[in-house]
């Protein structure tokens, strides 16, 4: 029965991004009958023309920003003082800067990608409300074209502007 719910709420989470024509980020749990602990299951719809987008490209040092990504790997990131994203409301965008970031990478400390799961998370959560509020007030259609802005590109390159 949990795995019949599990399976409608991907279908109607797919059905919104195909509407959309955008790529599906998913983290579910996928429950086995033999194991006494879920286990993440990681979904992600692409078509022959984009690259699979992993749901959390902490482990490679990006971030999500409206309109792409951001390379924590980027040499230009270690003298930027500002937050991964200004209205982003995450503990890594309120008390650490880019450059901050960009050296615990370098690092390889453990805390750069708790940090940058907790934005990419936050930022996730936020695209989805957003789109949330498109359907119930009706206005999706409209929003479309905005929505796919703020996504960034399909095709798995760094936004034009941002470092990559």
């Known amino acids: 029965m949990e795995d019949m719910r599990l399976r409608q709420k991907f279908t109607v ?12 980020f998913t983290l ?18 692409t078509s022959p023309d984009t690259h699979a987008i992993c749901l959390c ?14 390379n924590l ?3 230009a990131l270690q003298d930027d003082p500002r937050p991964i994203q200004d209205d982003c409301t995450c503990l890594a965008c309120r008390q650490f800067s880019r450059a901050y970031l960009a050296h615990l990478f370098r690092a390889k400390e453990l805390l750069v990608y ?6 990419n998370l936050t930022f996730l959560l936020d ?10 007030t009706g206005s999706f259609p409209d929003s479309l074209p905005q929505l796919r ?5 399909s095709s798995g390159r760094a936004a034009a502007g941002e470092p990559a």
């Open 114 to 119: 708790r940090l940058a799961t907790c934005h």
């Open 13 to 24: 989470i797919g059905s919104i991004a195909a509407a959309a024509d955008l790529p599906i």
């Open 73 to 75: 790997r980027n040499t």
């Open 57 to 70: 490209p902490a482990r490679n040092g990006q971030v999500w920003v409206p309109g792409g990504r951001l």
């Open 28 to 45: 579910g749990t996928n429950a086995s009958s033999q194991q006494s602990h879920a286990r993440p299951t990681f979904i992600t719809k």
């Open 127 to 136: 695209f989805m409300v957003r789109i949330r509020q498109a359907v119930e």
């Open 149 to 153: 802005l703020r996504a960034g590109p």
